[in-house]
C-alpha cells in the first residue's frame, strides 16, 4: 500500500518536473502549496479516490492526507512537501512522526529543491535524516533521490518514503501510468 502510494507520488513528481520552467517566479520556485495541490491533483487523476489538502491531524495541517480502502486494511498515508529553502527542512521527520494518529500506515515526504540548491543525496541526508534509518531505494533519473526511512527514536517504527526531486527547467521523458482501480 505504502509503496503503491509512493509509485504514484514519485511519476507526479516526474510530471511536475516536467514543467519545470512553469514553477518559476522571478527566478524562485513558486510555494510549496503549489507543489502540494499538484501531488494532491496527481493523486486523485492515478485513481486514489479520498485525497485532502491541508486535512487538520493532531494539532497540524497535513499537506496531503490519502484514504487507504483495502480489506483488512483502513487508515492513511501523509505526505508532506517541503522546499529545500526552507528553514524548518532539518524538522520534517518530526514534524511527520507528530502527525501519526491511530490511523497513519505510513508517510511520503517530498522535498523539493532547484539545480541551484546544489543538494546531493548526503546533503539530504545530513541535513534532513538524522538518527533515521536510511535505506536507499531505486531512484528515477529526473528525481535527486527515494529512500525508505523508519526511527524507533520517536517511538514509532511504521514505514516512511523520502522523495526528494529537484525542480529543473529542462523537459524529461514520462513512463507510463501506475493508477490502480483498487485504491
Same mark, same amino acid.
Given at each position: ?87 524548518? +527542512? ?5 514534524? !511527520? ?12 515526504? !517530498? ?54 526531486? +529537484?525542480?529543473?527547467?529542462? !523537459?524529461?521523458? +514520462? ?9
Amino acid at each position: 500500500m505504502l509503496d503503491d502510494a509512493v509509485a504514484d507520488v514519485t511519476e507526479v513528481l516526474r510530471c511536475v518536473h516536467r514543467f519545470g520552467l512553469d514553477l518559476y517566479r522571478d527566478g524562485n520556485l513558486l510555494q510549496e502549496e503549489v507543489f502540494s495541490t499538484f501531488v494532491a491533483t496527481g493523486l486523485l487523476l492515478l485513481g486514489w479516490r479520498h485525497v485532502e489538502r491541508e486535512a487538520l491531524q493532531k494539532g497540524g495541517y497535513v499537506d496531503v492526507k490519502l484514504a487507504v480502502e483495502r480489506a483488512a486494511l483502513d487508515g492513511h498515508v501523509v505526505v508532506e512537501v517541503k522546499k529545500w529553502t526552507n528553514n524548518d +527542512r532539518s524538522k520534517v521527520q518530526q514534524q !511527520v512522526f507528530d502527525y501519526r494518529t491511530t490511523g497513519t500506515l505510513g508517510a511520503i515526504v !517530498v522535498m523539493v529543491a532547484t539545480p541551484d540548491d546544489k543538494v546531493t543525496g548526503d546533503k539530504y541526508r545530513a541535513g534532513c535524516l538524522a538518527g533515521v534509518r536510511v535505506e536507499q531505494r531505486p531512484t528515477p533519473s529526473d528525481l535527486l533521490g527515494c529512500c525508505h526511512t523508519s526511527s524507533t527514536s520517536s517511538g514509532f517504527s511504521q514505514p516512511w518514503k523520502e522523495i526528494s526531486s +529537484r525542480i529543473r527547467s529542462t !523537459v524529461c521523458g +514520462r513512463s507510463g501510468s501506475a493508477s490502480d482501480s483498487t485504491r
